[in-house]
Each structure stands twice: as C-alpha cells, then as structure tokens.
C-alpha cells in the first residue's frame, strides 16, 4: 500500500499505466501530465513514489528530478522510463538520484508493478529510519555524527555508568551544561535531582550560601532556614558551572563536602546534614594553570578531575551543522509557534564556510533564530542567513559612501559583538578572549561603538 505519481504527457498510455499499477500493487494512484503539474501535486499529496516519463514537453523527466535533487535527494523513489533509447539520458536520471529505469517499449507491466513494489519497500524502509533518527534525536541532544561527536557520547556513555565526579572542559557556548545533563539522564541517579549553579554568576560573598544553606538568622536578611545546592541535589548530581571563578576561599570547604560527604548550613555550624552527591564540574579556564597561579587548589582539582570530558568547539564539528542547523530550525519554529521551514542546501553550506573560529552551537542556534524571524516563507534561503555571519573575512562596501574611520568601526563593531556572543557577554572573559587589557577598557570600547546587550 501507498500512493504513486504517474507523471507522462500521453493521456492514454498515462491512464492505462495508472490502471493497470493501481490494480496490480493495491495503491493510490495520482497522475500528472508535466513536471510542473507533478511538481505541484508532491505539494498537495504524501507520495511514495513517483513513475515518471523522461520525454514531455513542458518540463521533462530530467529537469524535475533535478528540481527533485535541489529539495532532497533520494526522500522519494523515483522509477524513470523513456521511449527515445536514450541511454545517456537514463544514466543522468540516475546521477539525479533516480532509483530505477527502463525503456517503455520494452517493459512488460509485471516488472514495471515489482519495480514500484520494491520502490514502495524502499520509501517505506526509509520513513521508518527517518522516525528511529528522530526519536533517538529526542532521546539524546547530542546531535550529530562527527567523529568528535561521537567520541562525545562515547565519553558520557562510559562516564554515566560509575559514580565518579567528572570535569568537562570546553570553550564558551559548547554545551557543557547539555553534556552534564546527559551524564546526570544515563546513570543510576536519572531519578533524582540535577542541580545547577553557575558559580561565575554568584557574587563571592554568595557562593557560600548557595551551596551549603544557611540558618534563619544567619546574616542580615537570612529571614528563614534555606538549605543549599548540595542538599538539594542529595541521591542526585550537581552541576558546578565555570567551578574555574569559585573564590579561593569557597574552595576548601567545597573539597571537604566532597571528601566528607556532608554539609553543614551557614549559621548552623553544629548541626551536620550528610549528602550524597555526584558533582559534575566545568570550566572553560585552563585549570592545571590556575593551579600552577594558586588560584586553583590542587587537591580539589584532583578530586573533581576522576573523570574530564573535552566539549569539542563547533570548528571540530562542521559536519554536524547540517543536523544541528535542522534540530534549531525545528525546535525554534515550534517555540515560536510556526511550522517547520525547510532549509536550502546553500544555505546549508553558507553556514559551513562560516569562521566558527571563535563562535559556538549557542551562536549558531543565534544565527537560525535571526534566520527565521527574517524568513516570511517556507523555506530558510540563503538571503535569510544574516550579512555579518560572514564577520572580519567579509569585504566591506566601498561603496557605502562610508569614511576610513567608519569603516574599521563597522570592522571593529563586528568583531566585538562577536567576541561577546560568544563569551555569554562576560565581560571578563571577552576581554581575555580578545587580549584586552581589561574588563573596563572593553566597557569603554562598547559605548564607544554603541554597542549593548540584546534583550533576551
């Protein structure tokens, strides 16, 4: 069962062909005399495969498997026949993704129905990977199928199974939060919490607090007992985000939790509370230096470093912008509310000669929000992707009518939001990124050149 396109410009041999399919393999039938008028019904109608004549006169065989090629190769089966014993064309038809031909004045309608039915098999066999791709899609927000992305998923694979504290290294805008998670849903505590705390978002006077609780009376507003995230977390995992900015002085009572496995509230010194928590570290800082510095302490970085997990940046995964270009496309348009637009192969390939030197998978998943804001149909076209993608290696216009001075603040303009998405706007860390001296300079830098943090 499943329904095929007979596309030939010959009313009767279009109707006996129709007929005779449709009683031999119990299938819908849909018929069109050109590839424009074929065109349109794929529009219209789920297909399963199409039966097409390479010879008509408005639009032949040929150029609509290549208008077939352009949307999708190989999505749907397409069997060509031609009556002109034109080999060169069959082979062309065949280079364009078609999956069978033959010649019209030889084929016998057995083997043209075996021919449909073994199509009819094919489609079907694809759907179903289709559906096994995207349920595993859902199942695990890794994407892709790097060879860096598949060492990834190995790693958290392996990771999840034991109880150990694990270090994910990675630059910003990675997705080393989505790698935590993933260790946290593969392993015997799935059922419990997963906290997290960003501890470069924390002002230091409150990092103490927020993991270990406090008492009612503590400090001044400490208007009731709270407890913190390493109670919150018990039986589950704690994700210590950028552990690297942790004050030198929240680090030693951080390594006692982890040794001691208990906490004990601010204010509340004599009452301990036993935890048993997975922490689950990252950081985007050379922690091995920072130790070196004194401004990591060597004995917590061995005991959070059991396990490091290396987040490789987007320039190590450009095969995986396809699927990841997809998966955003799709997640935003449902976010937003809108269907699903499909996304053209320049476009694709537009996002893969991109610098992603400095840049992540949080600055692409940027990039097809604009992307879909911009596009009023239903199809991502290469006009869509935004001008400054294209960053520091683009030309400028010289014919702008712009001076000198404004076009290296363009440059500069550039540049600099770029750093900054890429960093999360932290400020500090663009600044470091950059070989700025420091944070107020690059302030100084960002109202110079109008330049301010989009509303989110």
Request: hydrophobic share 40%.
């Amino acid at each position: 069962m499943g329904t095929i396109l007979l596309v030939d410009d010959v009313k009767t041999v279009r109707e006996q062909f129709a007929y005779d399919l449709k009683r031999k393999t119990n299938s819908e039938l849909l018929t069109a005399e050109n590839g424009r008028e074929a065109l349109q019904k794929l529009q219209e109608h789920d297909v399963d495969v199409i039966v097409l004549d390479l010879e008509m006169p408005m639009m032949d065989g040929l150029e609509m498997l290549e208008q077939l090629h352009k949307q999708g190769p190989g999505e749907i089966p397409v069997i060509v026949y031609t009556a002109a014993g034109n080999f060169q064309r069959c082979v062309r038809a065949v280079q364009l993704g078609a999956y069978n031909f033959f010649d019209k004045n030889e084929v016998s309608l057995e083997q043209l129905a075996q021919a449909v039915e073994n199509a009819l098999a094919h489609r079907l066999l694809f759907l179903e990977n289709l559906a096994l791709r995207r349920a595993a899609r859902q199942d695990s927000p890794i994407i892709g199928a790097s060879s860096a992305t598949v060492k990834l998923q190995e790693q958290i694979r392996q990771v999840a199974e034991v109880p150990s504290n694990v270090l994910i290294f990675g630059e910003s805008g990675t997705g080393k939060e989505l790698v935590a998670r993933e260790i946290h849903r593969n392993s015997p505590r799935s059922r419990n919490p997963f906290v997290a705390l960003n501890c470069a978002a924390i002002p230091e006077n409150l990092v103490e607090s927020e993991l270990f609780g406090f008492e009612k009376g503590a400090f001044s507003g400490a208007g009731r007992t709270t407890k913190g995230k390493f109670e919150s977390a018990n039986g589950g995992t704690l994700f210590l985000d950028e552990i690297g900015d942790m004050p030198i002085s929240v680090q030693a009572k951080l390594l006692r939790v982890l040794q001691e496995g208990e906490v004990t509230r601010l204010g509340g010194e004599s009452r301990i509370h036993k935890v048993d928590v997975r922490v689950v570290a990252a950081t985007h800082r050379d922690l091995e230096s920072a130790v070196e510095t004194g401004a990591f302490r060597s004995d917590l970085f061995f005991r959070i470093c059991t396990h490091l997990i290396d987040v490789p940046p987007l320039r190590d995964r450009l095969q995986d912008i396809d699927s990841l270009t997809v998966h955003f496309v799709e997640r935003t348009c449902e976010r937003f509310g809108r269907g699903v637009k499909k996304v053209n192969r320049e476009t694709l390939q537009l996002l893969r000669t991109y610098d992603w030197h400095r840049n992540n998978i949080r600055e692409l998943e940027n990039i097809v929000e604009r992307m879909i804001i911009q596009c009023p149909g239903e199809e991502l076209l290469p006009e869509h992707v935004p001008a400054d993608i294209l960053g520091p290696n683009s030309q400028p216009d010289l014919n702008s009518g712009k001076t000198l001075q404004q076009l290296k603040e363009d440059a500069e303009r550039n540049i600099l939001e770029q750093a900054l998405a890429a960093n999360d706007w932290h400020i500090s860390n663009t600044a470091k990124a950059l070989g700025v001296a420091n944070h107020s300079n690059l302030l100084k830098m960002m109202r110079r050149l109008q330049i301010k943090r989009p509303e989110k």
